[in-house]
């Protein structure tokens, strides 16, 4: 069992930037794809980002490419966050899976944080 904790949530505003770190409680995440969902109020978990196990290929829904930046060492995965919208407005989990492959399904991932929140306001 890998417990993940999520930190770096925040009330900004629009235009600003946060970074979220993610991190295993008792273990190091070098052997499992990462990535970083959010959830909005009444609406669906989105996916925002996942990254390999070897930090490479870095993968963004559309609606966060070219703002949100993923990395990743052995005990932490961030994500940084730059010109906020409100829409960004959620609250953002990472994942841990044992898969090699990058996947925007949520299914794919095994292991999940219990998330923080992130607020913008206009």
């Known amino acids: 069992q890998v417990q993940l904790v999520e930190s770096g949530g925040g009330l900004v505003q629009a235009g600003d930037s946060l970074r979220l770190s993610c991190a295993a409680s008792?273990?190091?995440?070098?052997?499992?794809?990462m990535g970083w969902f959010r959830q909005a109020p009444g609406k669906e978990r989105d996916f925002v980002a996942a990254?390999?196990?070897?930090?490479?290929s870095p993968y963004y829904a559309d609606s966060v490419k070219g703002r949100f930046t993923v990395s990743r060492n052995n005990v932490r995965m961030s994500l940084q966050m730059n010109n906020l919208k409100p829409e960004d407005t959620a609250v953002y989990y990472c994942?841990?899976?044992?898969?090699?492959?990058?996947?925007?399904?949520?299914?794919?991932?095994?292991?999940w944080g219990q998330g923080t929140q992130v607020t913008v306001s206009s």
């Open positions: 994942a841990a899976g044992t898969g090699t492959t990058l996947s925007r399904d949520y299914q794919a991932y095994n292991y």
């Open positions: 008792d273990r190091t995440l070098n052997m499992y794809t």
């Open positions: 990254i390999r196990w070897s930090g490479t």
